[in-house]
Nanobody, 123 residues
Framework: VQLQASGGGLVQPGGSLRLSCAAS????????IGWFRQAPGKEREGVSC????????YYADSVKGRFTISRDNAKNTVYLQMNSLKPEDTAVYYC?????????????????WGQGTLVTVSS
């Protein structure tokens, strides 16, 4: 059972990145998927999540209107499209899967975690 986060990199302010969270060993269909981030010296923050069933989503106020979460069950992958990136978006981004299936930013509700992918927004 593994989650693989990818797609991070260096981007200029105002740029875009798309993060991917691919699962192996289990099917993402029945899991809520969350994206979290942790910047140096800061606590981990729940950025966005999507439910397993009805597609309900959550976005932190800091990313609302700029980030979009989506899932492709056929590819067993969840995406985080990040637009209009700001320097304050710089962090390691983690994806996680929750059997509960509902939208939540409580890290304790997540059962599996990916290894993280670094996003750096800088000119």
């Amino acid at each position: 059972v593994q989650l693989q986060a990818s797609g991070g990199g260096l981007v200029q302010p105002g740029g875009s990145l798309r993060l991917s969270c691919a699962a192996s060993g289990f099917t993402l269909d029945y899991y809520a998927i969350g994206w979290f981030r942790q910047a140096p010296g800061k606590e981990r923050e729940g950025v966005s999540c999507i439910s397993s069933s009805d597609g309900s989503t959550y976005y932190a106020d800091s990313v609302k209107g700029r980030f979009t979460i989506s899932r492709d069950n056929a590819k067993n992958t969840v995406y985080l499209q990040m637009n209009s990136l700001k320097p304050e978006d710089t962090a390691v981004y983690y994806c996680a899967a929750s059997r509960g299936g509902v939208v939540t930013t409580r890290a304790s509700r997540y059962d599996y975690w990916g290894q993280g992918t670094l996003v750096t927004v800088s000119s």
